[in-house]
Every structure is written in C-alpha cells, then in structure tokens.
C-alpha cells in the first residue's frame, strides 16, 4: 500500500502539517534507507524546519521515541499494537489493517493514504485534547505484559 504513491502522499500530508502547525508540532521521521524513501522523503521533507528525519532507529530508541510522541502514524501493525500498549492514538496508514483490536477498541484509525484524509485526521488530534485524550488510554489489547513471568513460572513448576 505505502510502496511509491502511498509513501509520497504520506510525505505530502507530513509537509502540509509541517506548514499548518509551524514550531508547534515536531515530526520525528524514522526514514528507511531504500533509494526510493530517500528519494520521496527527500523532495518533501528534507527542508522543512521541525520535520527531522532520521535512519531507522533500534528498538529501545524507537520505544523511547514513541513513548514521548503525542500521536503516532504508522503503516506498521507491530508499531500500532505498540503504540495501543504505550497509550498513544494512532492514525493507520493503510487502507485496511490485521491489527483491528486497536481500532474496534478506538486506539487506532485507518486513514488510508490520502493526504486530506491524513491532514485531517491529525489535525483533528492535535486540535482536540478530548479526542486525544479518548484514544490515548493505555490499553491491554495484546496481553498484559506479564507472559514472560508466567512462562517462566511454568517451566519452572514444569521442571522441578
């Protein structure tokens, strides 16, 4: 979905809200290094002032990240279940997503990658501290992190 014309319109709408909100919004751009991202990301985004645009961060760098975000846009449904988990709307950049228990819950919303529907769907988060505040509550979608101290108390009942 986000190959060539949907990463570009993703890019469009990233500029348009760059120049909507000015100093009062920070974009933080993880961008992979393929030619064709830094490309797209080059002619839309390179130059706009509070648009910073990184190379892919390690995990605990992009959790950190994440965690401080006011709202994250992702076409990656490993972020978007992190993002639910860490109490932060997202908006889905895709047409459809296999992570529906964040938007069936409100936590996310597919925008699809059309560059008005993106702009207004951010504008309407940062707009509205209601709205923001509706689906930044943190939610045990995908468990409750604690499998790993119940798995280990298996095993352990298991093998003694």
């Known amino acids: ?5 949907g990463f570009d319109s993703t890019c469009q709408a990233l500029r348009v809200l760059a120049a909507r909100y000015g100093s009062r919004l920070e974009v933080h751009f993880p961008a992979h290094p393929t030619p064709t991202v830094q490309t797209i990301v080059g002619r ?6 509070g648009v910073r645009v990184t190379p892919p961060l390690g995990y605990r760098a992009f959790v950190h ?15 978007q279940e992190e993002a639910v988990y860490l ?14 228990e964040g ?15 993106i702009v207004q769907e951010t504008s309407r988060l940062l707009d509205d501290p209601d ?14 992190g604690h499998a790993a101290d119940r798995i280990v108390a298996a095993l352990h009942d298991r093998l003694r």
């Open 1 to 5: 979905e986000n190959a060539a014309h």
């Open 65 to 79: 990240a994440m965690s401080r975000a006011t709202l994250i846009l992702t076409d990656s449904g490993g972020v």
């Open 44 to 49: 839309y985004l390179m130059d706009i002032p």
């Open 131 to 144: 709205a923001r505040v509706q689906m930044a509550r943190e939610r045990l979608l995908y468990g409750d």
């Open 87 to 100: 109490g932060k709307p997202v908006l889905v950049l895709r047409d459809e997503t296999e992570r529906v």
């Open 103 to 117: 938007v069936a819950h409100g936590a996310a919303v597919i925008v699809g990658t059309h560059p008005e529907r």
